[in-house]
């Protein structure tokens, strides 16, 4: 993905005054975006991004919604579905795997149609899980459809990778954190919605009712695009390249942050999906009981993503992420005990622990991102005599690919803890393994992060002599 000036024309609205795009509606195409460019960003870049973030944040939100559906689903699927709570288990499993997949692809369809283009089609497609679901959710089906059908609600995951490249396009640098956090944490919250819709649905209707949840997202769905279709833009500089993506795979921290994302967004997403799975099977709940728990957690760490982004941008993402990391350790620690002595209040507490420690984590791993790229765009435009808009048009192009692949390989972590929670339930009858292999996997990750990010900044090409250093090149310690 390559940001620039743009020198093409387009029918519908110019260039205001000084390059500056005139205000848009119905989405016509920005031909020119400077969001670095502090006056240009006063001037109209900032009304224009933040449009374009609220009605991403509609259209992500649903998307989560509809990528979550199986985790409510599941607990309309009493005994007569035939379904155990293994199968259960890797039901809402399958979702997780097709979302992460899904996350490439989406992400260059950015830059293959246009941001407000394909904000448009992905919400579509959120009509065809939601409508297959509707038609199949019933006792009788069999459970190959079940995982069909649940595969096909990956999509909705796909459309958090396109939303986050979208959006990391229309900010500066100083911003992004801010911006990314918030545009995430209210993609995020469509998980607790649909949990609170089904929690409704079950406390009035019955678990007999799972249709009614359909019934619910299925006009959402058309809302979001036609919202999309009227009120977002299309960036013009933004365009198609293949060569981002091979750049950034090669780039070590790339998978780095990877790794890093899998704990933390991983892990949101992944106990979002089986919270309630393990309430019904560790503590006995009753599908209704454990949707008036299930929502808690997803909604606050939903919440605070964006407080994680902001305590990056001021404080230094991989500062925030090694503690939070800490935290999240500390947390899993605590759920391992509670497990063991079947205490539901100490597990509540640990757990929704997790769910604001991993929220925080989301934020600030996501803001490293670009701060990394550009870190590295700095040091190379320093070593062949670049200029500073060269290095942030190459951080912006890069980070934008990085974004589609890190959070493609960090979705799979919910996948991993769905399968690690489906084998400790049927080879030892509870969560505890699981909750331990989670603790380790935390004390690793923030280990990783102090280790690359913290301990020092990793090497650069000296200045030449009589250079000074480049006082705005962020150190990666300070990404």
Request: hydrophobic share 50%; net charge positive; charged share 15%.
């Amino acid at each position: 993905m390559t940001t620039g000036t743009g020198t093409s024309t387009d029918t519908g609205a110019g260039a205001g005054a000084a390059g500056t795009p005139a205000a848009r509606r119905g989405g016509r195409r920005i031909q020119e975006w400077d969001p670095e460019d502090e006056a240009f960003w006063e001037r109209t870049g900032r009304r224009t991004a933040h449009r374009n973030l609220a009605f991403s944040i509609l259209s992500e939100h649903i998307g989560f919604s509809v990528w979550s559906l199986w985790s409510v689903m599941v607990l309309f699927m009493g005994p007569a579905y035939h379904v155990d709570p293994a199968g259960k288990f890797f039901l809402v499993a399958v979702p997780t795997l097709v979302g992460s997949f899904v996350r490439i692809p989406y992400t260059f369809a950015v830059a293959r149609f246009g941001g407000r283009t394909w904000t448009v089609v992905s919400a579509l497609l959120l009509l065809l899980p939601a409508g297959a679901a509707a038609l199949v959710m019933e006792p009788g089906t069999p459970y190959t459809v079940f995982l069909l059908v649940g595969a096909l609600t990956g999509l909705g995951g796909g459309n958090f990778a396109s939303s986050m490249t979208n959006i990391n396009a229309f900010f500066p640098l100083r911003r992004k954190g801010w911006a990314l956090g918030l545009n995430a944490g209210g993609g995020n919250i469509g998980v607790p919605v649909v949990q609170l819709v089904a929690l409704a649905v079950i406390a009035t209707a019955g678990a007999g009712h799972p249709r009614i949840v359909l019934g619910v997202y299925i006009p959402l769905i058309v809302v979001a695009a036609v919202c999309a279709a009227l009120f977002m833009d299309d960036l013009a500089p933004v365009r198609a390249d293949t060569g981002a993506l091979r750049e950034v795979v090669r780039e070590r921290h790339t998978w780095i942050m990877s790794v890093l994302y899998v704990g933390t967004f991983g892990s949101f997403i992944g106990f979002s999906f089986a919270f309630g799975l393990v309430l019904q099977n560790q503590f006995g709940r009753t599908p209704l009981e454990a949707a008036q728990l299930t929502f808690v957690g997803p909604l606050l760490g939903s919440l605070v993503r964006p407080v994680g982004g902001r305590l990056a941008d001021r404080r230094g993402g991989a500062r925030v992420t090694f503690w939070t990391f800490g935290a999240m350790a500390a947390a899993a620690g605590t759920v391992l005990y509670a497990s063991s002595v079947r205490s539901l209040p100490v597990f509540l507490a640990g757990f929704t622990g997790l769910f604001v420690f991993s929220g925080i984590g989301n934020g600030s791993t996501y803001r490293m991102i670009p701060g990394i790229f550009r870190a590295e765009a700095d040091a190379r435009a320093l070593a062949d005599g670049g200029t500073a808009a060269q290095a942030a048009a190459r951080a912006r192009r890069l980070s934008g690919a990085a974004i589609g692949v890190i959070g493609a390989v960090g979705a799979l972590g919910g996948l991993l803890i769905n399968l690690a929670f489906r084998q400790s339930f049927l080879t030892e009858g509870t969560g505890s393994p699981a909750f331990a292999s989670f603790l380790a996997a935390y004390a690793v990750c923030s280990a990783l992060t102090w280790a690359v990010y913290l301990r020092r900044p990793a090497a650069s090409p000296a200045p030449a002599a009589g250079e000074g250093a480049d006082p705005a090149r962020p150190a990666l310690a300070e990404v």
